[in-house]
Nanobody, 125 residues
């Protein structure tokens, strides 16, 4: 059974930091790109960052560049999202996904993606 389990969300003050984790299990994702998306209340789910397992190549949405860092631990089958200088508009449910289409396409939603259940991030002003 394929599972992506996110953790690390919570309530933090503006300017603070959080590190999200996404633990993958149930199959081999080495040929997949791993991505973080977020969905704020009343808004569409949007891309945040993505990484490849093999080379660790990354891509970010412009609004988080310089503040968020995506990384992976191959031995633990875990992907992380380090979020610094958090802003109230960062408040959202953050989702992890595994995408078989590669890094560039992982910035969009695909038919064969695997998704986690999400973790809530709330940033107070």
């Amino acid at each position: 059974q394929v599972q992506l389990v996110e953790s690390g969300g919570g309530l933090v003050q503006a300017g603070g930091s959080l590190r999200l984790s996404c633990a993958a299990s149930g199959r081999t994702f080495r040929n997949y790109a791993m991505a973080w998306f977020r969905q704020a209340p009343g808004k569409e789910r949007e891309f945040v960052a993505a990484i490849t397992w093999r080379r660790g190549s990354t891509v970010y949405t412009d609004s988080v560049k310089g503040r968020f860092t995506i990384s992976r631990d191959n031995a633990k089958n875990t992907v992380y999202l380090q979020m610094n200088s958090l802003k109230p508009k960062t408040t959202a449910v953050y989702y992890c996904k595994a995408d078989p289409r590669g890094l560039t396409m992982a910035t969009t939603k695909g038919r064969n993606d695997y998704w986690g259940q999400g973790t809530q991030v709330a940033v107070s002003s």
